[in-house]
């Protein structure tokens, strides 16, 4: 069947980095997309990648290995506010709703 | 621009009753989506909309789950009869399909508890 895994938890110190892990396998791919949703709250988008490689966006990079099936959403110089779920998202075709959610991984950021 | 809103953003059902969830998109936006979001299951798609034309409705949901988009800037969901299992939040989404990064906007969501 087709998946879209995290691990369920993270744990960082604040003023370093975290690397939240997202390992997919479907029968398509049309862009992988994450996001941050704080307790509460609504996702919100972060980034989006489509191409193998890192995509450095400052306090958050994306990197993307499609033959593998695996991206990462790495944060630098964590911040307590960074404590939040990071959603992964893959889009298995051109059909807009043709999306699978990850089930999110929780980072906790310490201080 | 307002973003995604959703009415109630509490709601609290008795087993059997019939309630309706409101969501208005983004202006401009041609996509809408449902989901249910739970912390076993996380993100379901429970109905998507584009150009107000029902293109997915979720499948296991079609039984007690409608949901309507009568005009381009007001969607709902009706959920009838309610069930406990039926507890979660139920988050609203819009989006522009412009063929490039594809960035769903979410509404802040309706937690509903069924009893």
């Known amino acids: 069947g087709q998946g879209v895994e995290q691990p369920a938890k993270l744990m960082s110190v604040e003023g370093t980095f975290a690397r939240v892990n997202c390992t997919y396998s479907t029968s398509g791919f049309n862009g992988l997309s994450w996001y941050q949703q704080r307790e509460g709250q609504a996702p919100v988008f972060l980034s989006y990648?489509?191409?193998?490689g890192l995509k450095d966006s400052g306090h958050f990079s994306t990197f993307l290995s499609r033959s593998n099936g695996y991206s990462y959403l790495l944060l630098t110089e964590l911040q307590i506010k960074d404590s939040a779920s990071y959603l992964c998202a893959v889009r298995i075709d051109t059909n807009a709703y043709k999306v699978i959610f990850g089930k999110g991984t929780h980072l906790h950021v310490l201080p | 621009d307002a973003g995604v809103t959703q009415t109630p953003r509490h709601e609290v059902a008795e087993k059997g009753q019939t309630i309706i969830l409101k969501c208005e998109p983004v202006?401009?936006?041609?996509?809408l989506f449902w989901y249910r979001q739970t912390k076993i299951q996380g993100l379901e798609l429970l109905s998507y909309f584009r150009s107000k034309s029902l293109m997915e409705d979720g499948g296991a949901f079609k039984d007690r789950f409608k949901a309507e988009m009568l005009n381009s800037s007001f969607s709902t969901l009706k959920i009838q009869p309610t069930e406990p299992k039926d507890s979660a939040v139920y988050l609203c989404a819009s989006s522009y399909d412009w063929g490039g990064a594809y960035e769903q906007y979410f509404g802040p969501g309706t937690r509903l508890t069924v009893l």
């Open positions: 990648v489509v191409l193998d």
């Open positions: 202006s401009g936006h041609n996509d």
